[in-house]
């Protein structure tokens, strides 16, 4: 299993080049990827222009966005901003791509969730063409496209697509290249994620798919004041009904107990918890506990670092 990194995941107004230097220094520490969220709303930044900016300063670390809503742009236009980005990013680029959620899309964009699967399984089939052939003749209920374009010096781009109900996992095995998860323990991985995703990537004749697992994580002495600390910072999480499922299944009421928390060796066993429940990376949100947070932030940093490779 890789091991990966989320930024920006708590939204911090940090500088720019703060965050260059944040992917920097996590090629220096030996990570695999590291992933930023497009923020549609609050402080953030544009996912695929910050990390296209991260990669140029790097030479080895993987990059991916977790993920870009679909809703507000049109899969043409996002195949040519990826593509482009993918150049920029020398290969090393995955394009994660989502739904959000009703709540953002319809009551802050004013755009319709109407049918949301359907939405996603058009829109994979306008923008998987355009990225690997840059042409694409499609009619369905909600897209209708027929367009080409070049890119001079195009890349393959890799699709992967936040998936945690059945028909979505159904669509991320059969139309994409694997899926990324928020809030999805390991019970729910090896259950109902893993099973659904691989059994449709094989129907499909697809490669096995990558499973992308995005958790709160923090290495600490004291785990309740860590779970206390992670309630207030992910509650919102568990209000929101894509997420309030996969807690259903796991069997807890909220965020804070699906956290990764505890000292080295809970949290190295957690870990492997993941691993063995068919997860291809862990892509860590690491959260500050206590009044030192810069050493809190390190001592999650230095174990995530001596275990990349070794599970």
């Not at 260059?20 to 090629?27: G, H, L, R, S, Y």
């Not at 309740?224 to 259903?248: F, I």
């Not at 505890?262 to 691993?275: I, M, P, R, S």
Request: charge should be negative; glycine fraction near 8%; charged fraction near 20%.
């Amino acid at each position: 299993m890789r091991i990966g990194l989320i930024t920006g995941a708590r939204g911090a107004a940090v500088e720019l080049s703060a965050l260059v230097q944040e992917v920097v220094e996590a090629e220096n520490d030996g990570f695999d990827s590291i992933w930023l969220p497009q923020v549609s709303s609050g402080p953030g930044f544009d996912a695929l222009l910050a990390l296209s900016l991260a990669a140029s300063k790097t030479s080895r670390i993987a990059v991916g966005t977790a993920v870009v809503p679909m809703f507000p742009i049109h899969p043409m236009a996002l195949a040519k901003h990826a593509l482009t980005a993918q150049i920029a990013c020398e290969g090393r680029m995955t394009l994660g791509v989502g739904l959000s959620h009703r709540p953002m899309i319809e009551d802050v964009m004013g755009l319709s969730y109407d049918s949301p699967a359907q939405n996603m399984s058009e829109y994979l089939n306008v923008l998987r063409p355009l990225l690997d052939d840059g042409k694409v003749d499609f009619q369905g209920q909600f897209f209708s496209v027929k367009a080409q374009f070049r890119v001079p010096g195009a890349l393959h781009v890799p699709v992967i697509v936040a998936a945690l109900a059945p028909m979505m996992l159904r669509i991320a095995g059969e139309q994409a290249d694997g899926t990324f998860t928020w809030m999805a323990g390991p019970k729910t991985i090896e259950s109902h994620v893993s099973p659904r995703i691989n059994r449709a990537a094989d129907t499909a004749g697809r490669p096995s798919p990558r499973i992308c697992v995005g958790m709160p994580l923090a290495v600490v002495d004291n785990a309740n004041e860590a779970r206390e600390q992670a309630a207030k910072t992910y509650e919102r999480y568990g209000q929101l009904v894509n997420y309030r499922r996969m807690l259903d299944i796991e069997g807890v009421e909220g965020p804070s107990e699906v956290a990764l928390i505890g000292n080295e060796a809970d949290v190295t066993e957690q870990l492997k918890a993941y691993a063995d429940a068919g997860a291809t990376d862990f892509l860590a949100s690491v959260f500050p506990v206590g009044s030192d947070e810069q050493a809190s932030l390190a001592r999650s940093n230095d174990l995530l670092k001596s275990l990349v490779g070794k599970l």
